[in-house]
């Protein structure tokens, strides 16, 4: 099987060319039909020899490959399915009226069983190569109009830190898609390494999951806690300069009697006082196998004053896809099989 050469970084293109002993500016003759325009082989880099062309392509395919299926929610969310290897992803489109945002997968499945979260009850299937990332950009039937990135799909980022340090590099870099880094998210759970790597080698958003601010609630509902203890996690953040071209945020799911109190409000303002952040209230999708509830909106209304009263920023994230479970929490694909 040929190796794609999509989602290669400036430096991978460079050994390929040494390698095949090809010109040195070939190399930034194929970055730029990677990832400035639009080709599935490798025979129409028309700039390239044909002799250039036949060498790579010994080896080498372009290696997009578009959906499967896609499934649209009546709010004009899209749910896209893909293949990689054996198994399936899901990257979800949300077009709003000033924007259009990309949910896209990190691995198949996820590892850290979050107990609100059906990709964690779906198990780990797979890590997602870089160029697999990018394929459900660039393979986007909608591409051209995204204006927004958010990892936030399938998987856990940080578990999978080189190959989605390698996508952000791709999508951010001159000779790659060249997006500002601001238009790009990155959410994780809290993994410390992970989070350390991308503020030093990233200039792209961050996105961290709190969902209680209290050690004992959170370990019930993220295992991750255990390891990577909240307290830990936003201090190697607080210590970390920012600047004001990046910004941080707060995600959390807001549960029916568990993490919807005043009392949670308080210290959940206490915790991330001082950031230069947001707090994204995010409605709760009920789903099998836990005994969480969604709160109701006059609560997380009420949650939501009480940290702006605090100062702190908090809005309620429209929830987008709910029926066809492209939400937050709900992408799984867990009954495919390849």
């Known amino acids: 099987m040929k190796e794609h050469i999509f989602g290669k970084t400036l430096n991978e293109i460079s050994e390929i060319v040494k390698e095949n002993k090809l010109p040195s500016f070939t190399t930034k003759q194929i970055a730029d039909w990677l990832y400035k325009k639009n080709i599935q082989t490798i025979d129409e880099m028309s700039n390239l020899s044909k002799k250039t062309r036949e060498i790579l392509k010994e080896k080498y395919d372009i290696g997009l490959i578009d959906p499967v299926s896609v499934q649209t929610s009546s709010d004009g969310t899209k749910k896209y399915l893909f293949k990689t290897g054996k198994n399936y992803i899901e990257a979800a489109y949300i077009p709003t009226d000033d924007r259009a945002t990309l949910c896209v997968s990190s691995q198949a499945g996820c590892k850290f069983a979050c107990d609100f979260c059906m990709t964690g009850k779906q198990g780990f299937q797979a890590h997602l190569s870089a160029d697999e990332i990018l394929n459900q950009i ?162 997380s209304e009420k949650f939501r004053d009480r940290l702006n009263e605090k100062g702190i920023t908090a809005t309620i994230r429209a929830s987008r896809g709910q029926d066809i479970d492209a939400a937050c929490g709900l992408l799984s694909t867990k009954k495919l099989k390849s």
């Open 138 to 299: 660039k393979s986007l039937p909608e591409f051209e109009t995204l204006t927004n990135i958010v990892y936030m799909g399938m998987g856990e980022p940080f578990d999978n830190i080189e190959e989605v340090l390698k996508s952000t590099e791709i999508m951010t870099a001159d000779w790659g898609f060249a997006w500002s880094p601001k238009r790009i998210t990155v959410s994780t759970n809290g993994i410390i390494s992970g989070i350390k790597r991308f503020l030093n080698e990233s200039k792209c958003n961050l996105a961290i999951s709190i969902h209680t601010p209290f050690d004992a609630e959170r370990l019930k509902i993220m295992p991750i806690q255990k390891t990577n203890p909240i307290s830990e996690v936003l201090k190697i953040v607080r210590n970390h300069d920012f600047g004001r071209q990046r910004r941080i945020s707060f995600e959390y799911i807001v549960f029916k009697d568990f993490n919807d109190s005043m009392k949670h409000a308080d210290e959940l303002a206490r915790l991330v006082n001082g950031f230069w952040a947001r707090v994204n209230l995010i409605r709760f999708h009920e789903i099998p196998g836990t005994d969480l509830k969604g709160t109701d909106y006059k609560t």
